[in-house]
């Protein structure tokens, strides 16, 4: 039986890894930047540092674009993979108004 990819972590990671990983963000320094402009929550708390850990069951919510995300942290992968791996990490919740 061979594995294309498997997520890895299982303990937390960064946030603004978990992000760029995720590819909401093309960089970590784009996902660092919003976090410390304070437009990131965490489980509705708000974050202003790249470092806060990340765990499976968090419900992140951040702007992206024209809308606001909203998304369950389902898997957690330090590597940064193509983005039908990447959409596995992440349950989208759907958008806020």
Not at 47 to 67: E, W
Not at 71 to 76: M, N, Q, S, W, Y
């Amino acid at each position: 039986m061979t594995m294309l990819h498997a997520p890895i972590l299982t303990h937390g990671m960064r946030l603004d890894k978990f992000l760029w990983a995720a590819r909401f963000f093309k960089s970590r320094t784009l996902a660092a930047g919003l976090l410390k402009e304070g437009r990131v929550r965490v489980n509705r708390r708000l974050v202003d540092k790249a470092h806060v850990t990340v765990r499976v069951g968090d419900v992140l919510t951040f702007p992206q674009a024209d809308r606001i995300r909203v998304v369950r942290v389902v898997a957690l992968d330090e590597k940064r993979g193509p983005a039908p791996v990447a959409q596995t990490l992440y349950e989208d919740l759907g958008t806020e108004q």
